[in-house]
């Protein structure tokens, strides 16, 4: 038995986190997590972060990663990767594996960081291989640089949509189109303007109909739908890919909350069922702490303050007293409280705001007007200036705080637009290669009398060189007019972003803001799906048992079952190896949809532990060797 | 599949060359790769049969969750392959059905 005050569970933004400031104050601290790597989804994302300093903004993902890595290890942290936690029993004794090794932990606090897991999209043939999460690909290509496929359709233009297709881009992937079934795009447009003006279509109220292929996927067909999500007959479009990436959305990982006998709430605005807890993110549990996308789906730069929260929280409460003085510890509570008070400002905050406000069974959370100017695209009239196409109200601000002349202002409400004073601004065009959201440009209509300049932040390959004849495009990415490149910068001061300054004419110095080096617009060859595929196709939501959805509409008709428990005990569904993760939610929508009734009335199946598949020789071991 | 050589942001260091064999067959994977990125590189996309409707499966989450991955691997039936390193010699097989238990456990 291993005893530690706080035991963290989960290594990324918010648990790394946790544990960093938990040591800091004097606490002794382990940290256990499943992969042999430590950083959780950060390790995989190449774009830099929103958000302000604080939270490493203007910082790219993998390298916040090894940040908090290195201050978590400084403040004496115990790291333990590739230890995978099974269960919270009564007696608040903690189980985990590690290969074939079984240890058992007895902690004061537990802070459970465990993030989320990514949503499930049925429809017929989804089980094909080429149906790939958006943490798959994202593994795949930019941990192990192996590429998922040659063409890829995205579903879901949410944050995590829109990323994956610019990275998949990056990474010299095609990615066909970005298909999303709501009637917006639901991410940041800044992410959505990257892939735009690259040629990516995006098309909203569209849904994946049906994929195809023998062995794995060949090709896919998209339909779009009526306001009522139906599809609409004739609209159907097929596209040639052998990668179908869903981004669909996440749900908490709770699995050990509800193990632990915590009370749990179903919240649609945080991803579905969380644990309660209170504005120190304690659960009702009094010793369990929760923080991040565990507590409900958000950013990770609020994961990261989460994390910090629940860390000062479950030091401040040990019964051995730290280094933690009140003064201190009220002192920090505040900033922190604020931080996350600000990041959760404007529309993007919303989900966080109402769900916070739902689960704390307050009214919903007022936020308070955004003072700023409105957003201003016109390019000064002459001279080199930065145009700042900054979209949404979204809390960052690298770009005021990059400017080495102060042209830029934000403000302290982080969620401002930027302002940029002409007066101030020399055109240096730092700030492009630091808004995470590559929305700033430099427009020089002095470039000659013919011709305008413009400069833009470029992440792909290969780079253009000086000289270079390329197509200008606006931000659809529709071509504008030949163009040539004047410039190529690069250097450390600019983080692995290029700036590429091309020139047109003065007449195009409001639309050209991209370009492409061969002189190809992208076409979209005619295919046709196969006819082999029944019109009425049944789709499997439970891969691990194959279980169809007719199978589950049966039950639900014929035997009368009315929940999650009772179509488990007739078909399976939700027994294999993943443990319900992958068609659960499925399985209560089917059964809302079925029976009429609100989805947050379901509720999953009975969990408990092991919660990862344990071969019985492991667990006999460690029997045996407790009792000698 | 191919391995991902150029990229603007990223690098990938070549890795020492890992031997294995995927149904027999010599496949070599890198260093740093797990079982189910090396078969990935070698563009084998298909990793078990379903255990009723017998269709094919590859991964999904590629984080250890969703068991879609699951092979046999040096004779053991379910190994999630997304998070499992390679090794050199390591025999990974198709998975028919639920895997069967080998004496050796």
């Given at each position: 038995?291993?005893?530690?005050?706080?035991?963290?569970?989960?290594?990324?933004?918010?648990?790394?986190?946790?544990?960093?400031?938990?040591?800091?104050?004097g606490?002794?601290?382990?940290?256990?997590?499943?992969?042999?790597?430590?950083?959780?989804?950060?390790?995989?994302?190449?774009?830099?972060?929103?958000?302000?300093?604080?939270?490493?903004?203007?910082?790219?993902?993998?390298?916040?990663a090894?940040?908090?890595?290195?201050?978590?290890?400084?403040?004496?942290?115990?790291?333990?990767?590739?230890?995978?936690?099974?269960?919270?029993?009564?007696?608040?004794?903690?189980?985990?594996?590690?290969?074939?090794?079984?240890?058992?932990?007895?902690?004061?606090?537990?802070?459970?960081?465990?993030?989320?897991?990514?949503?499930?999209?049925?429809?017929?043939?989804?089980?094909?291989?080429?149906?790939?999460?958006?943490?798959?690909?994202?593994?795949?290509?930019?941990?192990?640089?192996?590429?998922?496929?040659?063409?890829?359709?995205?579903?879901?233009?949410?944050?995590?949509?829109?990323?994956?297709?610019?990275?998949?881009?990056?990474?010299?992937?095609?990615?066909?189109?970005?298909?999303?079934v709501?009637?917006?795009?639901?991410?940041?447009?800044?992410?959505?303007?990257?892939?735009?003006?690259?040629?990516?279509?995006?098309?909203?109220?569209?849904?994946?109909?049906?994929?195809?292929?023998?062995?794995?996927?060949?090709?896919?067909?998209?339909?779009?739908?009526?306001?009522?999500?139906?599809?609409?007959?004739?609209?159907?479009?097929?596209y040639?890919?052998?990668?179908?990436?869903?981004?669909?959305?996440?749900?908490?990982?709770?699995?050990?909350?509800?193990?632990a006998?915590?009370?749990?709430?179903?919240?649609?605005?945080?991803?579905?069922?969380?644990?309660?807890?209170?504005?120190?993110?304690?659960?009702?549990?009094?010793?369990?702490?929760?923080?991040?996308?565990?507590?409900?789906?958000?950013?990770?730069?609020?994961?990261?303050?989460?994390?910090?929260?629940?860390?000062?929280?479950?030091?401040?409460?040990?019964?051995?007293?730290?280094?933690?003085?009140?003064?201190?510890?009220?002192?920090?509570?505040?900033?922190?409280?604020?931080?996350?008070?600000?990041?959760?400002?404007?529309?993007?905050?919303?989900?966080?705001?109402?769900g916070?406000?739902?689960?704390?069974?307050?009214?919903?959370?007022?936020?308070?007007?955004?003072?700023?100017?409105?957003?201003?695209?016109?390019?000064?009239?002459?001279?080199?200036?930065?145009?700042?196409e900054?979209e949404?109200?979204?809390?960052?601000?690298?770009?005021?705080?990059?400017?080495?002349h102060?042209?830029?202002?934000?403000?302290?409400?982080?969620v401002?637009?930027?302002?940029?004073?002409?007066?101030?601004?020399?055109a240096?065009?730092?700030?492009?290669?630091?808004?995470?959201?590559?929305?700033?440009?430099?427009?020089?209509?002095?470039?000659?009398?013919?011709?305008?300049?413009?400069?833009?932040?470029?992440?792909?390959?290969?780079?253009?060189?000086?000289?270079?004849?390329?197509?200008?495009?606006?931000r659809?990415?529709?071509?504008?007019?030949?163009?040539?490149?004047?410039?190529?910068?690069?250097?450390?001061?600019?983080?692995?972003?290029?700036?590429?300054?091309?020139?047109?004419?003065?007449?195009?110095?409001?639309?050209?803001?991209?370009?492409?080096?061969?002189?190809?617009?992208?076409?979209?060859?005619?295919?046709?799906?196969?006819?082999?595929?029944?019109?009425?196709?049944?789709?499997?939501?439970?891969?691990?048992?194959?279980?169809?959805?007719?199978?589950?509409?049966?039950?639900?008709?014929?035997?009368?079952?009315?929940?999650?428990?009772?179509?488990?005990?007739?078909?399976?569904?939700?027994?294999?190896?993943?443990?319900g993760?992958?068609?659960?939610?499925?399985?209560?929508?089917?059964?809302a949809?079925?029976?009429?009734?609100?989805?947050?009335?379901?509720?999953?199946?009975?969990?408990r532990g092991?919660?990862?598949?344990?071969?019985?020789?492991?667990?006999?071991?460690?029997?045996?060797?407790?009792?000698? | 599949?191919?391995?991902?050589?150029?990229?603007?942001?990223?690098?990938?260091?070549?890795?020492?060359?890992?031997?294995?064999?995927?149904?027999?067959?010599?496949?070599?994977?890198?260093?740093?790769?797990?079982?189910?990125?090396?078969?990935?590189?070698?563009?084998?996309?298909?990793?078990r049969?379903?255990?009723?409707?017998?269709?094919?499966?590859?991964?999904?989450?590629?984080?250890?969750?969703?068991?879609?991955?699951?092979?046999?691997?040096?004779?053991?039936?379910?190994?999630k392959?997304?998070?499992?390193?390679?090794?050199?010699?390591?025999?990974?097989?198709?998975?028919?059905?639920?895997?069967?238990?080998?004496?050796?456990?």
């Open positions: 038995m291993i005893n530690t005050e706080i035991l963290v569970i989960g290594g990324g933004p918010a648990g790394l986190c946790a544990a960093a400031e938990a040591a800091e104050h606490a002794k601290v382990l940290l256990l997590d499943d992969k042999d790597v430590l950083g959780g989804q950060l390790v995989k994302q190449t774009h830099m972060f929103f958000g302000s300093h604080l939270q490493y903004a203007g910082t790219r993902g993998i390298d916040i090894t940040l908090l890595i290195e201050n978590a290890k400084k403040t004496g942290v115990e790291l333990m990767p590739g230890h995978t936690v099974t269960g919270i029993y009564e007696d608040g004794v903690v189980t985990a594996l590690n290969g074939g090794k079984f240890i058992k932990i007895k902690p004061e606090k537990i802070i459970v960081a465990t993030g989320a897991y990514e949503n499930m999209l049925a429809f017929p043939n989804s089980d094909l291989p080429g149906v790939y999460g958006a943490g798959a690909v994202q593994t795949l290509m930019n941990v192990n640089g192996v590429a998922p496929g040659n063409r890829v359709l995205m579903v879901g233009a949410g944050n995590i949509g829109l990323i994956v297709a610019y990275q998949l881009l990056q990474a010299g992937i095609d990615v066909a189109a970005v298909i999303e709501t009637d917006k795009i639901g991410g940041y447009y800044v992410h959505a303007n990257k892939i735009r003006r690259m040629g990516v279509p995006i098309l909203t109220r569209h849904t994946v109909k049906q994929v195809w292929g023998k062995k794995s996927v060949e090709g896919a067909t998209v339909v779009q739908v009526d306001d009522k999500f139906r599809p609409i007959a004739g609209s159907e479009r097929n040639a890919v052998d990668t179908v990436c869903l981004a669909v959305g996440l749900t908490p990982l709770t699995e050990l909350l509800w193990n006998g915590c009370e749990m709430k179903y919240i649609p605005a945080l991803g579905g069922h969380v644990a309660w807890h209170d504005e120190n993110l304690r659960t009702s549990r009094e010793n369990i702490y929760v923080c991040g996308d565990a507590s409900g789906i958000e950013e990770a730069s609020s994961a990261m303050i989460e994390g910090k929260v629940a860390g000062l929280n479950a030091a401040r409460t040990l019964t051995r007293k730290t280094n933690l003085t009140q003064k201190a510890y009220d002192e920090r509570l505040k900033d922190l409280r604020a931080q996350l008070g600000q990041l959760r400002r404007g529309p993007f905050g919303e989900k966080a705001r109402m916070n406000s739902v689960l704390a069974g307050l009214p919903p959370a007022i936020d308070e007007p955004i003072e700023s100017l409105p957003k201003d695209y016109r390019t000064f009239p002459k001279g080199a200036r930065v145009v700042i900054c949404q109200n979204i809390p960052c601000n690298p770009c005021e705080a990059i400017c080495p102060n042209a830029i202002k934000v403000g302290k409400d982080i401002n637009y930027p302002q940029l004073d002409p007066e101030k601004c020399t240096c065009a730092l700030c492009l290669t630091r808004c995470p959201g590559l929305s700033l440009f430099v427009v020089n209509k002095d470039y000659s009398p013919t011709e305008t300049e413009i400069s833009l932040p470029f992440e792909m390959i290969p780079l253009p060189r000086k000289g270079d004849a390329v197509d200008a495009l606006d659809q990415g529709n071509f504008v007019c030949k163009a040539r490149v004047t410039r190529v910068l690069t250097g450390k001061k600019f983080d692995r972003t290029s700036i590429v300054s091309i020139a047109v004419e003065h007449k195009y110095a409001d639309t050209a803001r991209h370009f492409r080096v061969n002189g190809t617009p992208r076409l979209e060859q005619k295919i046709v799906a196969p006819a082999n595929i029944p019109e009425d196709m049944d789709a499997i939501i439970c891969v691990c048992e194959d279980v169809t959805r007719r199978e589950i509409e049966k039950v639900i008709a014929r035997d009368r079952a009315q929940s999650v428990d009772e179509i488990k005990r007739l078909l399976r569904c939700g027994m294999g190896p993943c443990q993760k992958t068609c659960q939610r499925l399985i209560m929508q089917i059964l949809g079925k029976l009429g009734r609100n989805i947050a009335e379901f509720l999953p199946q009975t969990y092991p919660m990862k598949p344990a071969p019985m020789g492991i667990l006999a071991k460690a029997y045996d060797e407790e009792k000698n | 599949m191919r391995r991902i050589t150029e990229h603007p942001i990223l690098t990938f260091k070549q890795g020492k060359g890992i031997k294995f064999t995927f149904d027999g067959k010599p496949i070599e994977g890198q260093e740093g790769d797990t079982i189910a990125s090396a078969l990935q590189a070698a563009g084998v996309r298909v990793f049969e379903s255990i009723n409707l017998h269709r094919p499966r590859g991964f999904f989450c590629a984080i250890g969750r969703c068991a879609n991955c699951s092979m046999v691997v040096d004779g053991v039936p379910n190994t392959v997304c998070v499992t390193r390679l090794r050199e010699g390591m025999t990974v097989e198709t998975q028919h059905g639920r895997g069967r238990l080998d004496n050796r456990l």
